[in-house]
């Protein structure tokens, strides 16, 4: 079964609109984790909630969390062109540490 | 800010050959991992390395694979002999400890097998 698949696949917006991004996933986890990726570039760590864990917030960024629905989101507020990237979840089980990651969401911030 | 690097950014081989991928992870970090990204796909876990061994590995992790950590800071990883699948972005990560931690990766080896 996929762990952590991101909705949308892709997201076009306007400079200054509000970004959000979906991810779900279908075991017990410790802790998810979201990544950002230019294009070919490596993988940036945005921000981790753990499993006990509802919101945080990090600058621009809100992720919450929902363990009974078994999903996150992603919000980036007030976006910017630079924003444009790939964005992934991944996901840390219960049983172990690695991270399982998810299809990412390519969001296209226009100016 | 301490990061994790990676060397060589690029390696073009034949298939057959043997390579090496080299990281050097965070300095008080004690878990290292690679993970690979093959060209438009997501990124897949390879293997898990804590207290000189081997503590998880994927299916991708065959008798071909081979990590190492021949000293204090640098973690390898060698395919013993390439195929043409093997082409990919190669991610060493590390972490400071425990499953609750951020893991930060390095920039990655675009590694292409001919």
């Known amino acids: 079964s996929q762990q952590g698949e991101e909705d949308p696949q892709a997201l076009s917006i306007q400079e200054g609109e509000n970004a959000t991004m979906n991810c779900s996933y279908k075991t017990s986890i410790n802790n998810l984790q979201w990544y950002r990726q230019n294009s070919g570039r490596g993988l940036v760590h945005l921000i981790l909630?753990?499993?006990?864990?509802r919101e945080k917030h990090s600058g621009r960024l809100r992720v919450t969390l929902d363990t009974s629905k078994k999903s996150s989101s992603l919000l980036i507020t007030a976006s910017r062109a630079a924003d444009t990237a790939s964005y992934f979840c991944a996901t840390v089980e219960t049983s172990g540490s690695r991270l399982t990651f998810g299809e990412g969401t390519q969001l296209t911030v226009n100016p | 800010e301490p990061e994790v690097t990676q060397t060589p950014s690029h390696q073009v081989t034949q298939m057959g050959q043997e390579v090496i991928l080299r990281c050097v992870p965070i300095?008080?970090?004690?878990?290292f991992y690679w993970y690979r990204q093959i060209l438009g796909q997501k990124v897949e876990f390879l293997v898990s390395?804590?207290?000189?061994?081997?503590?998880?590995k994927s299916e991708i992790f065959d008798d071909q694979f081979s990590v190492e950590r021949p000293d204090g800071s640098n973690f390898t990883l060698k395919i013993r002999s390439t195929k043409l699948e093997d082409s990919a972005m190669y991610f060493c990560a590390s972490e400071r400890g425990g499953a609750q931690e951020t893991q930060y990766f390095g920039p990655g080896t675009r590694l292409l097998v001919l």
């Open positions: 909630i753990r499993s006990n864990e």
């Open positions: 300095s008080n970090h004690l878990y």
């Open positions: 390395f804590y207290n000189n061994e081997i503590s998880e």
